[in-house]
C-alpha cells in the first residue's frame, strides 16, 4: 500500500503512478533524507514518543541505510514512489514494525522540505569553493602577466591602455560578489523545517531546536506554514547560480575575442579546445562558448524557479514537486563550469609583444586632455582641442604620437611641455586606487589574494 492509501478506495492508475512519480528526481536527496530521519528519532525519543533503545536501533538501521545508498547498493523500485518511501521501505526491512514509528510527528512536507535544503546548502559549499579555486587561477594569471600592457575596450573601441592584470582583476572582483551572494544564501537556507509536520505542526512535543542542530541547521524556521510551502531559498541559490554564470559569460566571452585570429592575444590550450572536421586550420574555445550557451540555460532555471512559486495558495502543492528541475540543473551546470575554467585558466598564454604593439596611439589621447588640464585649461575645453588633433591626424593618416611639439603647440599654447606618450606612461600616470596603476595593481593582487586565503579559511572552520 501506498502511505497514503487509507484514505483512497481503488488502486491508482499506472498512467497516475507513472505521471506523479518523483523517483528520478528525488534519488540525490537520499543522503539528507537519512540525515533528517536520524534526527526525528532522537526527538521522538526525546518527546517520549519511543524509548531511547528504539531509537538507537532506528539509528544504526539508518546508519546502514545511508551506507547502502553511498554505495550504490540500495535497490530502488519503481512501486515505491519517492525517496522517503524508499528509505522508510529499506528501514523496515531491518528493523520490522518498529520503522512505522518513525513517521509519528511529521510529514512528507517537512521532510522534503528539510532534504533540499540540506542539498541546496551543500552545493553552495561547493558553488563557494568552487569560486575561491577560479579566482585563485585568474589571480595566478593575473601576477603572471601585471607588468604587461593590453588595450582597453569601451564599446568594443580602444579606450586605454591597461596592464593585463586589470580586466583579470575586474573577474576575481565580480566573482567575489557571487561568492558573497551565495554566503547570504546559505544563512537563509541553513534553517530548519523539521518538526513542522504537514501544515500545523507536530501534536508531540519534538524539540525543534534539536532537530535542527542535530543537521547542522542554525535554528529551525519560526512558523511552520512557511516551513514547508516555500521555497524561496531554492530561488535564491538559483539566482545566484545564475548571476554566477552571467559573470562566467562574460569571462568567456573575453576569451573568445581575445583568442580571435585578428585580436590574437591569448593562445588557449590545446587540452581544452577542439578543431574543425573540415578546416584543418580551426582551433576553436569549446570551453568558453559552452559557457557562454550554459549560461543562457541556467538563466531559465530562474525564471522556471520564480514561476513555479509565484501562484501556488499557502501551504504545500505537488507543483512543488517540479522545484527539483531547476535547482539540479543550475547545480550541474555552474559547478562544473567553476571547474573547468579554474583548470583551463592556468594554461593560457598571453601573447605580450601583440598586446602592447595592439595599443592604439588614439588611446592615449585622454593623456593629452590631462596633461592640458594639468596647466590650467579646463577639462571641456581640453576636450576639444585633443578631439580636434585626433580629427586632423586620422584625416593626414598620421599617429598621434606623431605629432611634433610645434604642431601641438599650435593647438595649444599650454603644450609647454609634452607628455611622455607611450602606454607604459599612461598606466603608470593613473593614481587612483583601483586603477590600471602598477602601484594599484600590486595592492589589488595583494587585498584579493587575502579575500580569497581568508574566505578558504572560514569555509574549513
Avoid at 557571487?178 to 509536520?197: H, I, K, Q, V
Avoid at 584625416?395 to 595649444?412: H, I, M
Wanted: contains cysteine.
Amino acid at each position: 500500500m501506498k502511505t497514503w492509501q487509507g484514505r483512497i478506495e481503488t488502486a491508482a492508475d499506472r498512467r497516475f503512478e507513472r505521471f506523479t512519480s518523483s523517483i528520478e528526481q528525488d534519488r540525490r536527496l537520499a543522503p539528507y533524507d537519512v540525515i533528517a530521519s536520524r534526527a526525528h528519532a532522537k526527538a521522538l525519543a526525546g518527546a517520549g514518543v519511543i524509548s531511547t533503545a528504539d531509537a538507537e536501533r532506528l539509528d544504526l538501521a539508518l546508519q546502514q541505510v545511508g551506507v547502502e545508498i553511498a554505495s550504490g547498493h540500495l535497490v530502488w523500485r519503481d512501486e515505491l514512489e519517492d525517496v522517503h518511501t524508499h528509505v522508510e521501505s529499506r528501514l523496515r526491512e531491518l528493523t520490522g514494525e518498529l520503522a512505522d514509528s518513525l513517521h509519528a510527528g511529521r510529514s512528507r512536507n517537512d521532510q522534503v522540505a528539510a532534504d533540499l535544503r540540506l542539498y541546496t546548502r551543500d552545493r553552495i559549499d561547493e558553488a563557494m569553493a568552487s569560486i575561491l579555486s577560479l579566482q585563485s587561477s585568474l589571480l595566478d594569471l593575473a601576477r603572471r602577466y601585471r607588468n604587461d600592457i593590453m588595450p582597453g575596450y569601451t564599446h568594443l573601441q580602444q579606450a586605454q591602455p591597461l596592464s593585463i592584470a586589470q580586466p583579470l582583476l575586474a573577474h576575481v572582483s565580480m566573482l567575489g560578489r557571487d561568492w558573497e551572494r551565495f554566503e547570504e544564501a546559505r544563512t537563509r537556507a541553513n534553517r530548519s523545517p523539521l518538526g513542522s509536520g504537514a501544515l500545523a505542526g507536530a501534536a508531540f512535543p519534538l524539540n525543534r531546536d534539536l532537530l535542527a542542530s542535530s543537521c547542522g541547521f542554525s535554528g529551525p524556521i519560526a512558523n511552520s506554514l512557511d516551513a514547508v510551502s516555500d521555497r524561496d531559498f531554492l530561488v535564491e541559490f538559483v539566482f545566484a547560480a545564475a548571476l554566477c554564470m552571467t559573470h562566467l559569460s562574460r569571462l568567456a566571452e573575453d576569451l573568445i575575442l581575445w583568442s580571435s585570429t585578428e585580436l590574437g592575444f591569448v593562445r588557449l590550450p590545446d587540452a581544452f579546445a577542439s578543431g574543425s572536421s573540415m578546416m584543418p586550420q580551426k582551433k576553436n574555445p569549446d570551453v568558453a562558448e559552452l559557457i557562454r550557451g550554459k549560461a543562457a540555460l541556467v538563466l531559465g532555471d530562474v525564471t522556471a524557479a520564480l514561476a513555479l512559486v509565484k501562484g501556488i495558495p499557502m501551504g504545500y502543492n505537488r507543483d512543488l514537486q517540479e522545484d527539483k528541475t531547476p535547482l539540479y540543473h543550475a547545480a550541474d551546470t555552474l559547478i562544473p563550469s567553476l571547474e573547468i575554467l579554474a583548470a583551463m585558466l592556468p594554461e593560457i598564454e598571453f601573447d605580450t609583444e601583440r598586446t602592447e604593439r595592439a595599443v592604439s596611439s588614439f588611446a592615449l589621447a585622454t593623456d593629452l586632455a590631462d596633461h592640458l588640464v594639468r596647466n590650467g585649461v579646463p577639462f571641456r575645453d581640453a576636450h576639444a582641442v585633443v578631439g580636434g588633433l585626433v580629427s586632423d591626424c586620422l584625416a593626414r593618416g598620421k599617429d598621434l604620437t606623431g605629432l611634433t611639439p610645434e604642431e601641438l603647440r599650435a593647438a595649444s599654447r599650454h603644450f609647454a611641455e609634452i607628455p611622455e606618450m607611450t602606454p607604459r606612461a599612461s598606466i603608470r600616470r593613473k593614481q587612483t586606487s583601483g586603477s590600471t596603476s602598477p602601484e594599484s595593481i600590486e595592492q589589488q593582487l595583494k587585498e584579493m589574494d587575502s579575500m580569497v586565503e581568508e574566505r578558504r579559511k572560514e569555509s574549513r572552520s
